[in-house]
């Protein structure tokens, strides 16, 4: 278990498989921490000023901080950044990945405030790319958002650069709470500011917890001398530059993606972006306790392995990666899918948020749940190919993906007829929705096609890559987990109507006893199936969580 002195070294080194688990538990936990925090500025946001236009417009400016970072440094953290650092402190003396982590932060300081600067000039522009279906006074609203928020990007990027050192030293404890504690930012900010300042609070939220982030991360950083170090050349910043190079093609057209999908969405309705983000922030709860855990859990040991030419140790560790994403997301997406109407009801309707607003909410979260497990399955290929400074094949996939978004975009959202048969699986009437609403599911149902062939490409390059990666664990997996998952669903369903006439009239209570009971008693279910069918990657996790308890966590 590592700790905050990077100074040290480990004293004693678990096993492979639970070491994944063990760094996987960590940045599980502090995703789940985030996320559970989301879901409260989600509440808040909700409770204080519902799915309004105002709400829509304050998601799409709020978007844009968040699209810079994602530009100029999320890309680069797992593409370039833990890859380059992690080959530092496994071949070089520590004092030289000490400098160029300060090379790295210092350069990406001044780009970044550059970049933020160009954009408060260029704010109107950018709310028109994001917002065009907007009527004038949201659209103006949201010029004034995106230019108080747009400082966070510079918060962001060197949050980001920090997390990428401590995720290379095999430190995660800080990383994983710096998700959080930006929710904290706006969980705080809103309720307590919102009768002076109204929705410009979520704006000081935004604001406050990028801070925070900073903040988070140095109790981590103690014993690490980072300065101000301008070195254009240094030769570590050059091959972090080489290989995300590759990758800002793919980043700039999924951002592109991004724009185009907020912009169709503008013109579905004043309300579709908030409910669209409001049913985002369910399927990432799942998606961040378990893909992007596992997958930043087994990237440092995959860079080090593949840094070695270590290739069994390398497949080794990305095959349990990949076992464990399936073992536990295929049960969530279908457990989440069931369950979506009250859970949503649960979380969102207070206050402000309406009966509509959590059928079109469920609506758009089940229609996103299509491409979860796909989603899921992306992150650790995409982090292995990473793993093996191979920046260029995730960034052609990228592209394509957004191809395949586009050509989904337009074939499901214009004619009903494609989209009956799906949307009549989410318990909806095709023939009674709205043009608008179409069009709304469509842009959801296409965001689910881009993650399937994403991942698919990315399955099949890699194997090509490597000469070969056996399937028939995975495929094992997939099978038991999809039975067991299917029967706790049908389990779930079955049992929902029969709860629900007699917990209903209890109201929140009853919907709390409703989601508790039903995903209490599903998980269990799974979790006895997956014990008896000989599911070891359950049984490794059990193993993990009773190793850490007996240790007082």
């Known amino acids: 278990m590592e700790t905050g002195d990077l100074s040290s070294t480990q004293a004693t080194a678990p096993s492979a498989g639970e070491s994944v688990a063990q760094s996987a538990g960590i940045l599980s936990l502090g995703n789940a921490a985030s996320r559970v925090l989301g879901l409260v500025r989600q509440i808040v946001i909700a409770s204080l000023f519902g799915a309004s236009g105002e709400v829509s417009a304050w998601r799409v400016a709020a978007a844009v901080p968040t699209m810079i970072y994602d530009l100029l440094i999320e890309g680069m953290l797992s593409a370039a950044l833990v890859p380059v650092f992690s080959e530092y402190l496994a071949t070089r003396p520590r004092e030289d990945l000490w400098r160029l982590a300060s090379v790295v932060l210092s350069v990406a300081a001044v780009v970044l405030g550059a970049v933020v600067l160009l954009l408060e000039v260029l704010a109107p522009q950018v709310a028109w790319l994001m917002g065009g279906g907007f009527p004038p006074d949201l659209l103006a609203l949201t010029v004034r958002f995106i230019r108080l928020m747009l400082p966070a990007a510079l918060l962001f990027g060197l949050a980001g650069i920090l997390v990428g ?5 095999k430190t995660f404890t800080f990383p ?16 307590l500011l919102a009768g002076h300042l109204g929705i410009y609070s979520l704006c000081v939220g935004v604001l406050l917890g990028a801070a925070f982030q900073v903040v988070a991360l140095l109790p981590g950083l103690r014993g690490i001398p980072l300065r101000f170090t301008l070195a254009w050349r240094h030769a570590g910043l050059r091959r972090i530059g080489a290989l995300y190079a590759p990758v800002v093609a793919s980043l700039v057209v999924s951002r592109a993606q991004i724009v185009v999908d ?5 013109h579905t309705g004043e309300q579709s972006i908030a409910w669209m983000d409001n049913a985002t922030t369910l399927f990432q709860f799942p998606h961040g306790l378990i893909a992007i855990a596992i997958s930043l859990a087994v990237l440092p040991a995959l860079s080090q392995h593949a840094a070695r030419r270590d290739e069994e140790g390398y497949q080794a560790t990305l095959l ?10 295929i049960p969530a997406t279908v457990g989440l899918f069931v369950l979506a109407r009250p859970i949503i009801r649960l979380i969102y309707e207070h206050g402000a948020f309406t009966a509509l607003d959590t059928q079109w909410t469920s609506t758009a979260l089940r229609c996103y749940l299509v491409g979860l497990v796909f989603a899921s399955v992306d992150w650790p290929l995409n982090y292995a190919m990473y793993a093996r400074q191979n920046t260029l094949t995730p960034a052609l996939v990228g592209i394509f993906s957004v191809g395949v978004y586009l050509v989904a975009a337009v074939g499901f959202a214009a004619p009903l007829g494609r989209l009956g048969l799906l949307l009549a699986f989410t318990g909806l009437d095709p023939a009674a ?11 959801v149902l296409a965001d689910a096609a881009k993650h399937t062939s994403h991942a698919i490409a990315m399955w099949f390059l890699l194997r090509r890559e490597l000469g070969g990666l056996p399937a028939r664990g995975l495929a094992g997996v997939a099978l038991k987990a999809g039975g067991a998952a299917f029967l706790m669903g049908a389990g779930i369903a079955l049992a929902l109507p029969w709860l629900g006439a007699r917990l209903g009239p209890l109201g929140t209570l009853g919907d709390l006893l409703l989601v508790g009971v039903c995903g209490a008693g599903g998980a269990a279910f799974y979790l006895a199936l997956a014990a008896l069918w000989g599911m070891e990657e359950m049984a490794l996790l059990r193993q993990t969580v009773a190793a850490r308890w007996s240790r007082g966590g």
Do not use: C, D, E
């Open 320 to 329: 349990r990666g990949l076992r464990l994403v399936l073992a536990l997301s």
């Open 176 to 191: 994983a709470l710096s998700g959080a504690v930006f929710n904290l930012g706006i969980v705080l900010a809103a309720p």
């Open 262 to 266: 907020r912009n169709l969405a503008s």
């Open 433 to 443: 929705l709205p043009p608008g609403r179409v069009q709304m599911l469509g842009l």
């Open 165 to 169: 050192l401590l995720y290379a030293l």
